[in-house]
T-cell receptor, first 113, second 114 residues
Framework: ETGVTQSPTHLIKTRGQQVTLRCSSQ?????VSWYQQALGQGPQFIFQ???????GRGNFPPRFSGLQFPNYSSELNVNALELDDSALYLC????????????FGQGTRLTVV | DQQVKQNSPSLSVQEGRISILNCDYT??????FLWYKKYPAEGPTFLIS?????DKNEDGRFTVFLNKSAKHLSLHIVPSQPGDSAVYFC?????????????FGQGTTLQVKP
């Protein structure tokens, strides 16, 4: 069991709405990465935060944004939700430069109707 | 453009036998590879990793082999146990030391029959 916790676990939103997902990182980890996992696919990298700054971004539009706080926890915000945004959103925490594995949370299942 | 590919969506093996899961990649900049296991309603759990400077890494029942010239890696599980039944993801990083920025394959569902 990892120390990475995500909230909420499930969420239903209407197309066009905005959503905020939260992640608390593992103790001692300073980097948080967010992934989107569509049904039947592998997780896709959205972006990473290190020292409260975005440190790399995958192929996702600007309506996907994030924050990292001084305690290393993080938020993922998605504006103008689309039906295709329905997915499992995973947060992973890791230690920069440690070459140790990233630990994942259990994910937030977002359904857009 | 799938940089990491797991071409077998599913694999079924008998308990006690060997499970071999395969993964191919296209990006020669990848320098660190990982395998994750995922049960339903849980996040991926790290299994084993390998650096591009090695060709084999072993941890208990799990061994990962890397063939850089073929851009291929495989995960061997010996002996397979029913509790190993899960979805297995191969993942790669092009930034040595940054294991949070990963490219994942599509996953292979392993079923181990008693």
């Amino acid at each position: 069991e990892t120390g990475v916790t995500q909230s909420p676990t499930h969420l239903i939103k209407t197309r066009g709405q905005q959503v905020t997902l939260r992640c608390s990182s593992q103790s001692g980890h300073n980097t948080v990465s967010w992934y989107q996992q569509a049904l039947g696919q592998g997780p896709q990298f959205i972006f990473q935060y290190y020292r409260e700054e975005e440190n790399g971004r995958g192929n996702f539009p600007p309506r996907f944004s994030g924050l990292q706080f001084p305690n290393y926890s993080s938020e993922l915000n998605v504006n103008a939700l689309e039906l295709d945004d329905s997915a499992l959103y995973l947060c992973a925490s890791s230690l920069a430069g440690g070459n140790t594995e990233a630990f994942f949370g259990q994910g937030t299942r977002l359904t857009v109707v | 453009d799938q940089q990491v590919k797991q071409n077998s969506p599913s694999l079924s093996v008998q308990e006690g036998r060997i499970s071999i899961l395969n993964c191919d990649y296209t990006n020669s900049m990848f320098d660190y590879f990982l395998w994750y296991k995922k049960y339903p309603a849980e996040g991926p759990t790290f299994l084993i990793s390998i650096s591009s400077i090695k060709d084999k890494n072993e941890d208990g029942r799990f061994t990962v082999f890397l063939n850089k010239s073929a851009k291929h890696l495989s995960l061997h599980i010996v002996p397979s146990q029913p509790g190993d039944s899960a979805v297995y993801f191969c993942a790669a990083s092009a930034e040595s030391g940054n294991t949070g920025k990963l490219i994942f394959g599509q996953g292979t569902t392993l079923q181990v029959k008693p």
